[in-house]
């Protein structure tokens, strides 16, 4: 895979929006002011156009393509980020006839099942909430005594609801903030195949591999493993896209909510209802033809184990000075957080870090401490130079 590296261009490890490969920013460079000689820049041409109709596609296809997406899910390109998603994913499977026919062989209001790992589930749970759902916390990943999410609870102790009770789960893969990542299918053991999975994989999406037939909706924000923020990608399983009918759909609020939330709104609009985020499709198209080029997903997966294992193997070889609290089973692949063990070195390891062209490692406002975003776009010898300079500083203050 070719190495991310340029005179002019710094280390930069945001959460996101976070670092594109050079490639792809030099191919949007060299296309801006005249893509394939239309004599127009992609963010001047119309959505309707066949030239902006056949990106949209082919970044459909490869999407799909990467993750092995089965013919019986559709692909949506929306907006509003992950954060929309925590109230769509709710109002679309609250309207659905899947859901809509289960609750009505129950005489209690269907559960809506949350995983809670860290700020953003906790956000999803709370946006439930607010709009009338049923929410019912199956785990609670958060340290009663520090407020800390730090490990995932033995599934013994899930408050799992019988399955005629539970309208779906919801979990976030990867909560950015805290640093917390679940194991691969670590979720489903423990769920009836009937029940719908939701699941949040902004932070590490096309990161690994996961079989997409097991989920009912699966989301992501673009801005940290796909291209710049804007585009919202959400694959949802097409029985749940059908919506219950009523005869006065006005009776019910709840099956009423904004079109922009609406899964049938874009399904039923051809994928492209209203103008679509053109320059984040496109951008987003040519990163996952980059992914696709340089060994798919399964290369991803590989360097997103060598670039923590390396983070951590400095971090564990040095407890005196570097500290990351969550469990080693849960470790984030690709948010690696850690504080000092001396608050009072912060802000120096900050400003050095700075000099030497490592940006964006501020821990999130939230938590504080510290954050390094080791996303697809950031290669492994990038993150040897980042271990390499913590080691030094080390050594300088040892």
């Known amino acids: 895979m070719p190495e991310q590296s340029s005179p002019f261009r710094v280390n930069n490890f945001s959460a996101g929006p976070s670092s594109i490969p050079l490639e792809v920013l030099e191919t949007v460079q060299k296309d801006?002011?005249?893509?394939?000689?239309?004599?127009?820049?992609?963010?001047e041409m119309s959505h309707r156009s066949k030239e902006f109709t056949r990106i949209f596609k082919e970044a459909e296809?490869?999407?799909?393509?990467?993750?092995?997406?089965?013919?019986?899910?559709?692909?949506?390109?929306m907006q509003g980020g992950g954060t929309s998603q925590f109230a769509a994913t709710f109002l679309n499977l609250n309207a659905s006839k899947v859901i809509n026919e289960k609750q009505a062989k129950s005489s209690k209001p269907l559960k809506c099942g949350y995983i809670v790992g860290g700020v953003w589930s906790k956000q999803a749970k709370d946006e439930c909430s607010k709009l009338g759902g049923n929410?019912?916390?199956?785990?609670?990943?958060?340290?009663?005594?520090?407020?800390?999410?730090?490990?995932?609870?033995?599934?013994?102790?899930?408050?799992?609801?019988?399955?005629?009770?539970?309208?779906?789960?919801?979990?976030?893969?990867?909560?950015?903030?805290?640093?917390?990542?679940?194991?691969?299918?670590?979720?489903?053991?423990h769920f009836d195949s009937s029940i719908p999975i939701v699941c949040d994989i902004s932070s590490n999406a096309l990161t690994r591999k996961i079989d997409v037939s097991k989920f009912g909706i699966i989301y992501a924000g673009a801005q940290k493993n796909m291209g710049p923020s804007g585009l919202t990608t959400v694959i949802v399983r097409k029985d749940l896209v059908e919506k219950i009918s009523l005869e006065?759909?006005?009776?019910?609020?709840?099956?009423?909510?904004?079109?922009?939330?609406?899964?049938?709104?874009?399904?039923?609009?051809?994928?492209?209802?209203?103008?679509?985020?053109?320059?984040?499709?496109?951008?987003?198209?040519?990163?996952?033809?980059?992914?696709?080029?340089?060994?798919?997903?399964?290369?991803?997966?590989?360097?997103?184990i060598q670039k923590s294992s390396m983070?951590?193997?400095?971090?564990?070889?040095?407890?005196?000075?570097?500290?990351?609290?969550?469990?080693?089973?849960?470790?984030?692949r690709v948010n690696c957080v850690f504080t000092l063990k001396d608050p009072s070195l912060e802000k120096e390891f900050l400003d050095q870090a700075t000099k030497c062209g490592f940006f964006e490692i501020k821990g999130h406002r939230s938590v504080g401490g510290f954050?390094?975003?080791?996303y697809?776009?950031?290669?492994?010898?990038?993150?040897s130079s980042f271990v390499s300079f913590m080691s030094d500083f080390i050594k300088n203050h040892s």
């Open 61 to 77: 296809d490869d999407y799909r393509s990467l993750l092995d997406i089965p013919d019986n899910y559709h692909v949506l390109f």
């Open 248 to 304: 006065n759909p006005s009776a019910i609020p709840s099956h009423n909510f904004p079109s922009t939330l609406d899964y049938s709104f874009f399904v039923n609009g051809g994928f492209m209802p209203h103008t679509p985020t053109t320059f984040s499709i496109y951008v987003c198209g040519l990163y996952f033809k980059y992914i696709l080029k340089n060994g798919g997903i399964s290369h991803m997966n590989n360097l997103s």
């Open 135 to 189: 929410v019912h916390i199956i785990a609670d990943c958060q340290d009663k005594a520090t407020g800390k999410y730090t490990s995932v609870p033995p599934a013994s102790s899930w408050d799992i609801p019988p399955t005629n009770e539970l309208a779906y789960v919801y979990y976030c893969d990867n909560e950015t903030i805290g640093g917390l990542e679940f194991n691969s299918d670590s979720v489903f053991p």
């Open 376 to 383: 697809n776009a950031i290669s492994v010898d990038q993150v």
């Open 32 to 43: 801006f002011l005249n893509y394939n000689n239309t004599g127009m820049s992609v963010v």
């Open 371 to 374: 954050r390094a975003s080791f």
């Open 311 to 332: 983070f951590y193997d400095l971090i564990d070889s040095n407890p005196n000075f570097f500290v990351n609290p969550i469990d080693k089973k849960y470790r984030s």
